[in-house]
């Protein structure tokens, strides 16, 4: 468990061994960025770093009592908070807050890495701020977020923010071929996919992905000849699978994307959704964006739990209006 296991992001993983190396860590930081690019595994790196008995310029040295346990998750100096179902609660909080204020039980430096920090609620994100406020010990914090603005603001100002980016297409194609064995052509479909998540990248099949985009483009090929009766139909078959639905929304996001960088470039190697070039004329960029609002005001719908076969009713028939 080091840094060598951290792929893509130098600038953060650079500002950690130098201040590992200067004895400059702060007493929390805020990990920000997209899901799956490396945050959870950088703080578990950088808790490796600061208990490993052999630690090095990259960190743990990946071998020694301390950087396995830390890996399993089961050392007791390294504690992990995250969400309960859908929120972390003011027990989870109180619970860390307990635990951070004992002595350390083997390991040099207390650290609590709080993962899907967003989470927290109202309750929790005030007691949280008290432990950030006075933290206990020679405790390190460590926040681990997609969404950093669903933090209070006076938490974002009391941690050392480290931005991830995602991964260029190129390098993440690289780690699928090795990782995962794909083929040249698959391991760049992923890639371009993942919106620069390895972790997505690599839990995704290729040949999955490639049959939901031709069934979205079946439908979106066969609405505009249905009548009425038969898109309220076929929505209410869409509506009956929540999480298919938002899968679908996602799909036409990315269709919308593509024929808006294929009606600007016309180059079909930028795009990300297999023959979605040649599915009826490319439309005006007006007529595209249009549509990008359309597919957002139905996520937004779909997650404030409006009815499922409302929300696909209102978006089918207004897609298939020319």
């Known amino acids: 468990m080091n840094f060598t296991a951290i792929i893509g992001q130098d600038r953060p993983v650079g500002i950690l061994k130098r201040a590992l190396a200067n004895n400059a860590v702060a007493h929390a930081y805020l990990f920000s960025g997209e899901q799956g690019i490396g945050k959870r595994l950088t703080a578990l790196a950088l808790a490796a770093a600061l208990n490993c008995d052999a630690a090095g310029p990259d960190g743990g040295c990946g071998t020694c009592p301390a950087c396995r346990r830390i890996a399993a998750g089961s050392h007791p100096d390294v504690h992990l908070l995250a969400p309960e179902t859908d929120e972390i609660k003011i ?141 309220l139909s076929l929505a209410e078959g869409i509506a009956k699978d929540r999480d298919g639905f938002g899968r679908l929304l996602d799909l036409g996001v990315e269709w919308l994307r593509d024929r808006m960088v294929y009606g600007r470039t016309g180059d079909e190697r930028l795009l990300v959704f297999p023959g979605n070039i040649g599915h009826g004329p490319v439309p005006s960029l007006p007529k595209v964006l249009q549509d990008l609002d359309l597919f957002a005001a139905s996520r937004t719908h779909l997650e404030r739990r409006v009815s499922a076969q409302l929300v696909a009713e209102n978006l089918l028939l207004k897609l298939g209006r020319p």
Not at 92 to 115: H, P, T, W, Y
Not at 160 to 183: I, M
Not at 189 to 210: H, K, T, V
């Open 91 to 231: 027990d989870q909080v109180r619970q860390v807050q307990e635990d951070l204020s004992l002595k350390a039980f083997e390991g040099r430096r207390k650290v609590l890495i709080v993962d899907g920090a967003e989470a927290m609620n109202e309750a929790s994100s005030n007691a949280f701020l008290k432990t950030l406020e006075e933290p206990p010990g020679d405790s390190l914090i460590v926040l681990v977020t997609s969404l950093p603005r669903g933090l209070l603001p006076t938490i974002r100002s009391r941690c050392q923010e480290l931005q991830f980016q995602p991964l260029p297409r190129r390098p993440l194609a690289a780690v699928l071929r090795e990782r995962r064995g794909l083929p040249e052509e698959d391991a760049w479909f992923l890639a371009a996919l993942s919106r620069g998540s390895i972790g997505r990248a690599l839990a995704m099949d290729a040949q999955e992905e490639r049959e939901a985009r031709e069934r979205f483009l079946s439908l979106m090929d066969g609405l505009g000849g249905l009548r009425r009766d038969e898109v």
